[in-house]
């Protein structure tokens, strides 16, 4: 039987049999799971096209998260008033309606420029997605409760609902894994937005067949469940709103602080949101397989994990330790939220309203960490924040089940409220300025080590280092971390230009430690994203003051920048030498690495010049895919690997170093330290249109120091 033939005669049934009734049942999963599946393909494929307009960072995942989440309550909310407000035949007009404009709409290519608002980003990418997958998000989103209700009142209320809730949990997670795995390894961007949109006709045409099979269905009894006694008073409404609010809080918490703070490794975000729908998956799906005593005793020893990291916030764990014990945090604190929720679940009349207030506690919480707490705090206090709501959204929970648990969630409040105030501490302790914006958290501390330095400042984004300076003993404008004398970058600027003034450009300032290789007549610019990094930089840094070629600092991402003087041609002069000093961390700037980037820097660079390339990472292996683009653009590679120096400040450092002047690369001094590269089976070469940093992970690290990047 064809699917039209099917939807046909589904549209054709007032009064379903039992064999109907499987149909139909079998037909709701589907299409539901089909929805879920859509929206969380959407979502990755969507930020991929925001990255290179806003440099890579990580804080546009989080930045679309909250669209998401928002957009997920639009749709939540237009269900409600569809169930609520309007007859069945109404209900499945405009449904219909909605999507056949859904599919008018259906463009899915995000187009950012350099005219965008880069200095607000965050009203930039909500404006682009709003614009550009606005509608087909919300259809999507509308599905889940929309065809729950439909379900109910075709006579699917024999059996509750919420397993179909559970089931669209199990398709985003399939999704979530899915795309990073094989979508995004196997195909290019345009043809993930084709096979989307074609998986997009296909859940429009089974959701309007639902639609017509609804019109002809009339009101049905409510829901044979078992909802909670006082499931219509104003805590139970309230307690709606905030368990799933608390759960995505934490959900956002803990993925900055993953990022920022444990480990920089790319595609981590995966771990905890995945943490955070299996919560959802096991709370709806098996509520008896996982009993109120249990959660609550697994709660208040996640807590006590949670007390026991951020106290110790100073005490550097192994990543293999710290992210798996996060991760079991969040899903146990997640649980405890969600199964709340389920036990206070509503009976079937009041299905799309208990969805609503979900999605709108849930899209709360993304937007106090991903909106609020960037602007109104000068470090990331999110986590700390959200482990005392944590503690008091328990104690409000169990406030019925006796004076003990009151006495024992009371005195975890109040000892998480403690534990916060430490870590404030803590973090300031070492720290002369901490600043926080779009991009991160910026902390620039002052030590006395080593002792030749007398003084030493360090600038950290998280817990990375993006540079340092000592300024005793004469070691002032000595350059230091990854920039030593010996290094990539230093052998290419001290060999390149011998005989006439260099020409640089720097993609990342840092503490503009590169600076300190000018010499009188040199020209060194910088293309910084961050306006925080300038300030820092310029305030608390003296490399960029006491250099003596000129500097000058480019405020916006580079690429873009780059393209803008590649525009204006011979009025700008070619570069010698182009320091590319941004992949550092799980924010890869993927747009800066491809075949379309290549080509750019040549284009402002000289013939003879040279590309280097930072590539130092714990976690991510660049070199194969450099070589390969060395390879498609002709040119010739030298890798350079310089080991740590303490006593001058100097870290272990990784670069590569891509360039047409032979002569320069055979030289003996890089000649005598270059490395070969050790290619990857299989890489694809990256472009615009495609890229994945799945095969380049090093899934085994060899150990350095933590502040290696």
Partial sequence: MTSALLCSRLADVESPTLFTMKLLTALYATVICLSAFLLFLLEPIAARQLLPLFGGSAAVWITCLVFFQCTLLAGYWYAHLLISHTAPRAQAV???????????????????SATAVTWHPILSILGLLAVSI?????????????LQAWYSRAGGSEAPPWWLFALSNAGSLFALFLYPALIETHLALHWQVIVWAIGFCVFSAFC????LQSRRIGSAAAAVDRPSPDQDSPRSWALWILLPGCASMLLCAVTNHLGENIAAIPLLWIVPLAAYLLSFIVAFASPRAWPRFVSVRMLALTLATFAYLLYSSRMSLPPQISIPVYTLALFFACLFCHGELYRLRPSANRLTGFYLSLSGGSAAGAILVGLVAPNFFHASYDLAITVILLAAVALIVTWKSGMTPRILWTAATIAMIYIAVMQARSLGQEAIVQLRSFYGTLRVTETHLPPEAETTRT???GRIQHGTQLFGNGLRTQPSSYYAQSSGV??????????HPKRIAVVGLGTGTVAAYGKPGDDITFYEIDPLVERLARALFTYLHDSQAAVHVVLGDARLSLARESAIGKVQPLNDVIVLDAFSGDAIPIHLLTAQAIALYRRRLRPDGVLVFNISSQYLDLAPELELQAQHAGLETALVHSEADESRGLFTADWLLMSANHALLHRSEIANVAQPV???PGLRLWTDDYSSLLPLMKWRTRERRSSQR
């Fill in 94 to 112: 405009i449904h219909m309606a909605l999507l056949t404009l859904a599919l008018l709409s259906l463009e899915l290519r995000v187009h950012p």
């Fill in 134 to 146: 606005g509608l087909p998000f919300l259809t999507l989103a509308a599905t889940s409760p929309l």
């Fill in 208 to 211: 309007g067949a639902l639609a």
């Fill in 459 to 461: 600038l950290y984004h």
């Fill in 490 to 499: 230093g052998l290419a600027l001290d060999l390149c230009c011998e005989g």
């Fill in 678 to 680: 050790s290619m990857t």
